[in-house]
């Protein structure tokens, strides 16, 4: 396909923000028709990049063309003018619409009189819902969605603006294998008729499934371009991460202690009649397909959402947790899947890493500035934390180091039981293997540690026991030396229980 005129061409394109050289002269070349992956660490690059293609940020030098032909877009809109659309990985979607305003925004068909159409937007809706495997209705408002549900109805918002390029930053990172393979099957569909793509993925098995050529990034640069048929994951490893990695996940050997958090039939939205423990010094896993309940249960033991029946003990005694403030005092922190819920994006990193916790930094209400940026410079270190300074703008780290910060917040707080609600989501395998270690040291030092995560393959590397769940009931629990991908999914699979059972 390179040999034809190509659909797209980045010549050259320089990026910096304050303190950091994000793109160094990088090209990039997309034929028609061709999927093209674009892979490195966090903090390579790759997003500033595709995020100069889709008019979010303006390169510092450099040039785009499209068919052979210069061209500049200073906005989103004007990319998407053009032909070029973006599904983030992080969802961009109003929460506040609906199913069918956010998939046809800017585009709902209105009627003879000017009105809009409702019923054709829904049929519009409805059949590209099918094409991206979502069975919802078009009216359903987008916040009652799951993380995973967005993801796909962002695919579904791309395909509605009729794009000749298309980017998917991380497509995968929630989706079940079937969902995978219904992307895959519409990614397929969309190349065979001439469209584009630009995939960005940290799950290199699914580079040589779907793309035909890899691009891969290293500090700003790209350092290699590859056909797929004539590279391996192992050589893909080795020029994104530029070091052995090693056995990815620390060496089991801890010694679980007094139970540290537990729950007896604990029933909410999406859950009913969980009872579990955690001990202190364990880390307890818990796996299951999207939408069995998983999150949903650890945003309850928070106190973020409300619990119907059953109960929390914290250090073997009755526990009220009412809201987060609770869990934070009773020493039970949670870390969400989806990052932006815990950072504040306009402020430093040393802000975001001590703003859970004024008693280290203020007396009578007054920050100690000094103390608070020696805490967080210790942190920085201790964490790894890349960071030019403790006042960057969290917004410009990558997302291994944004979940660093926040462990950071949780560490200083002295917290006894940490719930991780896919902490490695659109993590490099780098950036995976120090976040296991950090989950490893936490465990070892006596704290507790709940890891939820669709990563069989981090599910059974890091966990002392495993939890499955299945549509919202606890399925089973293995002990972690037994645990094989083959007796989790057999336990996460759904059986025949009437689904009317599970809405408590």
């Known amino acids: 396909m390179r040999d034809s005129a190509p659909l797209l061409r980045l010549t050259a394109i320089s990026k910096s923000f304050p303190g950091v050289r994000a793109l160094d002269g990088v090209d990039l070349t997309v034929g028609a028709g061709e999927v093209v992956a674009l892979i490195g660490e966090n903090g390579a690059g790759k997003s500033t990049l595709m995020k100069i293609l889709n008019g979010i940020y303006q390169p510092d030098g450099g040039e785009i063309a499209l068919d052979g032909a210069p061209v500049s877009f200073p906005t989103p809109h004007a990319a998407l003018s053009r032909g ?129 050529s890899v691009s891969v990034l290293k500090d700003g640069r790209k350092v290699a371009d590859r056909r797929v048929s004539e590279t391996t994951k192992e050589e893909l490893l080795s020029l994104m991460v530029g070091r052995d990695i090693g056995n990815r996940f620390p060496a089991k050997g801890r010694r679980p202690g007094a139970p540290a958090l537990e729950v007896r039939n604990l029933t909410g939205r999406g859950f009913r009649n969980v009872s579990f423990r955690v001990h202190k010094g364990e880390v307890v896993g818990i796996a299951g397909l999207v939408g069995a309940g998983r999150t949903e249960l650890a945003r309850a033991i928070f106190g973020a959402d409300p619990v119907k029946g059953g109960e929390i003990l914290v250090d073997g005694k009755p526990a009220a947790i009412r809201n987060p403030a609770d869990a934070i005092r009773l020493g039970v922190a949670y870390i969400a899947e989806d990052r932006r819920d815990g950072l504040f994006m306009p402020l430093p990193v040393r802000e975001n890493i001590t703003v859970v916790a004024p008693e280290a930094i203020a007396t009578n209400g007054v920050i100690r500035e000094r103390t608070q940026k020696s805490i967080a410079l210790d942190y920085i270190k201790r964490l790894n934390i890349r960071t030019p300074s403790g006042e960057q703008q969290i917004r410009f780290l990558s997302g291994g180091n944004q979940q660093k910060c926040i462990l950071a917040r949780w560490i200083i707080k002295g917290v006894q039981t940490i719930i991780f609600d896919e902490p490695t989501r659109g993590i490099d395998v780098g950036a995976k293997t120090e ?54 999914l057999a336990l996460a699979l759904p059986t025949n229980t009437p689904s009317h059972e599970l809405q408590p």
């Open 435 to 488: 976040i296991y270690r950090l989950i490893d040291q936490l465990a070892s030092e006596g704290k507790a540690v709940i890891l939820i995560s669709s990563e069989l393959p981090e599910i059974l590397g890091m966990s002392d026991r495993v939890l499955v769940m299945e549509r919202g009931r606890l399925s089973g629990e293995v002990d972690g030396h037994e645990a094989t991908e083959e007796n989790l």
């Open 84 to 212: 070029v659309s973006m599904v983030h990985q992080e969802p961009k979607l109003c929460l506040a619409l609906s199913v069918t305003e956010n998939v046809l925004i800017g585009r709902l068909p209105k009627g003879r009189f000017g009105a809009i159409d409702w019923r054709q937007a829904h049929e519009r809706t409805r059949e590209l819902l099918s094409r991206v495997g979502m069975r919802v209705e078009p009216t359903t408002p987008t916040e009652r969605l799951s993380i995973a549900e967005r993801q796909q109805l962002q695919i579904a918002k791309a395909l509605a603006s009729d794009s000749r390029l298309i980017v998917l930053d991380e497509p995968t990172a929630s989706l079940t294998p079937v969902e995978v393979d219904v992307l895959f099957g519409i990614v397929r569909d969309l190349q065979a008729g001439g469209v584009s793509f630009i995939y960005i993925s940290h799950h290199l098995e699914e580079i040589f499934r779907i793309a035909q």
